[in-house]
């Protein structure tokens, strides 16, 4: 089975987003995974990956919880959403949408 790691910057106060972040994955999706692991890290880094594959990078993008969720089910064999059917959520929303999965 698929793993989602959420590695997020701890002395940042990324634990909220990387909550949300495992949250909606699970809410979504998971039933196709392995589960969704939560990994302290710091220097600003809040990173999603499948599998390793980095399907989110902070670096790269704004934080939000919709491109990540499309990043996501994009990896995943038995997901079957289409990236138009993902919510597009405010980018610090606490609040989850339906899942895509």
């Known amino acids: 089975m698929t793993s989602v790691e959420v590695e997020y910057c701890a002395p940042c106060g990324f634990i909220d987003r990387a909550t949300e972040t495992q949250t909606q994955i699970l809410e979504s999706c998971g039933d196709t995974l392995e589960g969704v692991e939560l990994v302290p890290g710091d220097g600003g880094i809040f990173e999603v990956r499948v599998d390793d594959v980095i399907v989110f ?3 790269d993008e ?6 990540i969720m499309e990043g996501v089910c994009g990896e995943l064999a038995g997901c079957d959403c289409e990236p138009g059917e993902l919510v597009d959520e405010a980018s610090d929303s606490t609040e989850c949408g339906p899942g895509c999965c």
């Open 62 to 67: 704004e934080y939000d919880l919709a491109t």
């Open 57 to 59: 990078d902070v670096d």
